[in-house]
């Protein structure tokens, strides 16, 4: 499996304000959305391109275009649907799928409640959104949603890691890509990750 921890001094900079106690709600959504649409720029920097000849105001040209079917961003509920807004103000074509994992506080097992899904699933790329991969087990439950129904690309876009749910995807799905924010240190005996930012759902929507 490939893990790659995007480093650039803004990740950084909103990493630092995201992870803050004091920082309220609506900054909070603000961060997740910026590192959302940072996550997804650099996840997409191989995609395929193909020429086409256009009409520039002066002349004709040769010009480059995205020779992918589909891109599918894939929320995990509830906290990924806040790393959607930026991705799709810039590319308003990209579609959406949802799906509803929560991970029961006392087993930590996730438990999925809803799932909906584009009907072109084959020949798409999907980018599965979650701002948090603390045991792995919701990531690695979406993952192996999307693969039933036929996916074959699938990328995985979270704002921090731990160690742990790292390699329990690297044990679970090892032919996955995922890009993170930041690797942090360790999960404590909740599985909550450390330093981390809290329940990125509850601090999303004020819950
Ligand atoms: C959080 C988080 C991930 C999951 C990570 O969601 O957004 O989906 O837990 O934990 P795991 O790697 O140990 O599975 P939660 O279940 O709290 O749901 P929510 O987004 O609705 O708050």
């Not at 701002?131 to 996916?151: I, N």
């Amino acid at each position: 499996m490939a893990f790659y921890e995007v480093k650039h001094p803004l990740v950084a900079h909103k990493l630092g304000l995201l992870r803050d106690v004091n920082t309220p709600s609506s900054h909070f959504r603000e961060l997740c959305a910026d590192l959302g649409s940072i996550l997804f720029y650099e996840a997409s920097r191989k995609l395929p391109l193909r020429k086409k000849t256009i009409k520039t105001p002066l002349e004709e040209t040769e010009v480059e275009e995205l020779a992918v079917k589909n891109l599918i961003l894939a929320p995990v509920l509830r906290a990924g649907l806040g790393m959607i807004p930026h991705i799709k103000s810039s590319y308003p074509e990209i579609k959406v799928a949802h799906i509803g994992i929560f991970r029961n506080e006392d087993t930590l097992k996730p438990e999925l409640y809803y799932l909906k899904l584009p009907r072109e699933i084959e020949d798409s790329v999907f980018y599965i959104l979650d701002p948090m991969l603390a045991t792995g087990g919701s990531l690695a439950y979406a993952v192996e949603k999307l693969k039933e129904h036929g996916a074959k690309k699938i990328v995985c876009l979270c704002i921090i890691a731990a160690p742990e749910g790292v390699a329990y995807l690297e044990k679970s799905h090892p032919e996955i890509v995922i890009f993170a924010a930041a690797l942090d240190r360790e999960l404590n005996k909740h599985g909550f990750i450390l330093p981390g930012l809290g329940d990125a759902g509850d601090r999303l929507f004020g819950t």
